[in-house]
């Protein structure tokens, strides 16, 4: 049987096109052929691996077909490079896209296996830390569900971020993530499409051409992974690449008995692809975080430009057929790279290539935060890549003359504009040269762009103006609503039509129906039914009972100081000392779920983790509240554990100092599910109060702005922290030890840190955020009024998705019409 026999041509709805029965014989085939099992011995791994391989089967004719019409009708592609592509799970997203997940578990059940129970066996592909990383995901859904053809480039790292296991004393440890020993269903070794990679070396001139003469070559390796549009519309390609050595055996060492010396650049160069953010407090640290951005930009860039040139002959057409976003600085050295592609290999001409660069080439930034902008010693540079560092140099020269020739001779604007930082040791500014190289830079909510131009790229926006553009984040609510929530989906179908499957413009459809009483009670009776589901789950992961009728209130989202974590523990101590003060206080009972990994190396952010579980101990130990308050830090929070989540979470909790949370993407995948959320005017959240209305959202704290203020005219939090009872009384008790009785000094310097210098404002926030919390609890109590707000939110956040935000790319950016 071939594909064509089960499936309509791409431009059809998928539903139905494979029947249960050849599905099973798929699954059988691939189970007997592929995976080397037999039904009767089968495990769940091995019918995941059967069933992800049969699905992969149907995904393959449309995927070359996709590819073909591109070629055939010579569209341009979008190559989206990304440091982080934070995938989470593909069986139940690739069978949802082609809309075969019943037909599928129709087809298991008649083997006696069940599709959730085989799902579950799939390892989440962590090749990301947070929303970045899930950013290129969603976007990679959404390019390929609105047929633009796309490329995804990134590293495919053995160990993708890491496994975090917490034990009874609150302390996070690390274990290396193991997605790949099990083997990956969806991926194809492509080796002959490798290329080679340089390192260090020298640069020798000749008749005037310069030549790089690497020290060391690495070979760059594709593996692909189809990633299907809605109703399998279209397939495009998440082409990540693995590091090999070019030698990677000295024989006659190893037979002379050396053989860890013999296997030395093996593994030099297979460090390249091996984990996911190696620790940079070393300069060896430091060095391998370089190579991997080379590596992978270089390895990308050269894939790019063979396939132009084997499709058009010609490269002046380039910047026509072909975008390149950066998604943050992480490529950035892809701009001087392909200009060395350019000029060095292909022998253009340099204004040439730097027209074409520019006109391919896009920047997204992603933060304004000085310690997170990356910068490289111009003598790291210079040593592992001597001709990029010569071309940066030159574009450098070219644009500071223009700069001058349009500005004068400005000592301070040459400083700053200047992709050298010759303040700070003289280090290469990365994201000067992404903006510099690039014809649009855009910021990722409404805020942050304008931030970015007040701010870090102020200087640089005003020599060259009119490149900066917003691009608000969004989110795939394939993933995000229809997979991870099926019983508000149904809802929504039963109250909407399917039609709201495929336009999420439908969702306002549901604003009439929040002033329906008995709409609403099904809108809560379906997140109850969620709700206990996330019940059972906290009750397996970490042995704590909850009650489904409390108020969800969740944190989850990497743990920093920015994101403030610190700021909702306070106010749950808080809380909790209220509750022990006054007993018979008619409180609504909560529970507080936290979700985050902390950056290896942030100790504060540990400790915060360790924070979150010595006051959980207290409280949920002490018998006085009767089970009122509870907290659940749920360890290893990833893809699909916020998709266990988001469907539960009644309240969202999006805290961080204003101005600097760029957009957010938790905040709309739990509002979209109908959380309402709590949050200060940052990021995103200030365009989603402008969707769902300011009485459905709760508002708290100081604005961007006033932060600014504040934080020049010095702020003093031991005036705040006088000022506030509630706040002395809750920083008093665990500076001194309430809830860490074996070791009262654990959080006396977080608390000190917190009273000399509070960077994010946390005290300033306090008193406003425990007001906020004290108007959520209000109107919880007032079922019929929280049930209206949590329709609203979900009525109205239809522009969050990621459809939208890819369609603005496409027509501001890119220039590739969605088909
Ligand atoms: C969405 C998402 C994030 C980003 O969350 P923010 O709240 O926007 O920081 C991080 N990690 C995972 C696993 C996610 O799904």
């Known amino acids: 049987m071939n594909n064509t026999d089960l499936l309509a041509p791409a431009h059809e709805a998928t539903e139905g096109t ?72 593909l069986l139940a997203d690739t069978l949802g896209n082609l809309r075969i997940t019943e037909t599928a578990r129709e087809a298991l059940s008649g083997l006696g296996v069940d599709l959730d129970a085989i799902a579950a066996q799939e390892m989440d592909a962590a090749l990301g830390n947070g929303g970045l990383g899930r950013l290129a995901a969603c976007f990679m859904e959404s390019l390929a569900s609105l047929g633009i053809p796309a490329f995804g480039y990134g590293i495919r790292y053995e160990h993708g971020l890491f496994r975090q296991v917490i034990p009874a004393d609150g302390t996070q440890h690390e274990l290396p993530e193991d997605w790949l020993s099990l083997g990956n269903p969806w991926e194809f070794e492509r080796a002959n499409l490798r290329y080679k990679v340089g390192f260090g070396g020298h640069v020798t001139v000749d008749g005037g051409r310069l030549t790089w003469h690497p020290g060391e070559t690495v070979r760059a390796i594709p593996y692909d992974t189809p990633v299907t549009g809605w109703r399998g519309k279209r397939v495009n390609t998440l082409r990540l690449w693995s590091a090999r050595a070019s030698d990677p055996l000295h024989l006659a060492a190893f037979n002379h008995g050396d053989h860890l010396g013999a296997q030395a650049e093996r593994i030099r160069a297979e460090s390249i692809s091996r984990v996911l953010y190696p620790g940079d407090e070393t300069p060896a640290g430091q060095e391998l975080r370089l190579r991997q951005e080379y590596f992978f930009a270089s390895a990308s860039l050269q894939d790019v430009l063979r396939r132009h040139m084997a499709e058009f ?110 303040d700070h040791g003289r280090r290469v500014r990365m994201g000067h040269l992404a903006f510099i190289g690039s014809h649009r830079i855009n910021g990722v909510s409404a805020l942050h762009t304008q931030l970015m131009k007040d701010t870090v790229f102020a200087d640089l926006n005003r020599v060259c103006p009119d490149r900066i553009t917003n691009k608000t984040n969004g989110i795939t609510f394939r993933r995000w609503l229809l997979r991870a929530n099926p019983g508000l989906t149904k809802l929504l179908v039963d109250t909407l039509g399917e039609e ?59 743990i920093h100081e920015y994101k403030r974590q610190l700021l909702n523990i306070l106010q749950a101590v808080a809380l909790y000392n209220a509750m022990r003060a006054r007993p018979m206080n008619n409180w609504v009972p909560r529970v507080k779920i936290f979700g985050g990994k902390a950056a290896a ?53 999006q805290i961080s100092t204003a101005g600097l949370e760029a957009s957010g993407t938790g905040n709309m995948k739990l509002a979209l599910n109908g959380a309402l959320t709590i949050g200060t005017l940052d990021g995103a959240n200030v365009e989603i109060r402008e969707h769902v ?12 702005e006033q932060v600014a203020r504040k934080k020049a005219a010095g702020y003093d939090a031991r005036e705040a922290v006088a000022a506030s009872p509630a706040l002395s009384q809750v920083l008093d008790a665990i500076r001194s030890g309430v809830f860490s009785p074996e070791e009262p000094d654990r959080y006396a310097g977080l608390v000190d840190g917190l009273l000399n210098d509070d960077r994010f404002l946390v005290t300033a926030d306090f008193d406003s955020y425990d007001t906020a919390q004290r108007e959520v609890a209000a109107r919880w109590r007032d079922p019929e009024a929280w049930w209206r707000s949590a329709v609203l939110n979900t009525a109205h956040v239809a522009w969050f998705s990621s459809d939208r935000t890819i369609r603005e790319y496409a027509e501001d950016i890119w220039d590739t019409p969605p088909r």
């Open 18 to 89: 494979v029947s249960p029965e050849a599905f099973r014989q798929r699954i059988l085939e691939r189970l007997t052929y592929q995976v080397g099992g037999s039904p009767e011995r089968a495990s769940e791994r091995d019918w995941f691996l059967a069933t992800a391989l049969a699905t992969r089967d149907l995904v393959m004719d449309r995927w070359r077909t996709s590819n073909a019409d591109t070629l055939a009708r010579g569209d341009k592609r979008v190559c989206y490079l990304s440091m982080e592509f934070l995938i989470g799970r």
């Open 313 to 422: 002959d010609r490269l002046d057409n380039l910047a026509d057929k072909v975008a390149v976003q950066l998604n943050d600085t992480h490529p950035a050295i892809g701009v001087s790279e392909l200009m060395r592609l350019l000029v060095d290999v292909h022998h253009m001409e340099w204004d040439l290539a730097w027209d074409i660069t520019r006109a391919v080439t896009s920047y997204t930034n992603h933060t304004l935060m000085p310690e997170a902008l990356e910068t490289w010693p111009v003598s790291l540079v210079e040593r592992l890549l001597p001709r990029n560092m010569q071309i940066i140099y030159m574009i450098n020269a070219r644009h500071l003359d223009a700069v001058r020739k349009a500005q004068g001779e400005d000592a301070r604007l040459l400083a700053s504009v200047s992709i050298i930082d010759e």
């Open 500 to 558: 709201v499957l495929d336009n999420p413009e439908k969702l306002a459809g549901l604003a009439p129906h929040a002033e329906e009483m008995e709409f609403r009670r099904r809108f809560a009776a379906q997140r109850r039914v969620a709700k206990e589901k996330l019940t059972r789950l906290i009750r397996d992961r970490i042995g704590l009972a909850v009650d489904p009728e409390a108020l969800f209130d969740v944190q989850i989202k990497r």
């Open 601 to 653: 190396s942030y100790w504060q952010a540990k400790l915060i983790i360790r924070l979150a579980h010595d006051v959980a101990r207290v409280v949920n130990n002490d018998p006085t509240l009767n089970g009122m308050l509870r907290i659940a830090f749920l360890p290893n929070y990833n893809v699909s554990l916020a998709e266990a989540i988001i469907p539960a979470a009644d309240l969202s909790e």
């Open 693 to 704: 209305g300011a009485e459905n959202i709760f508002i708290f704290g100081l604005t961007a």
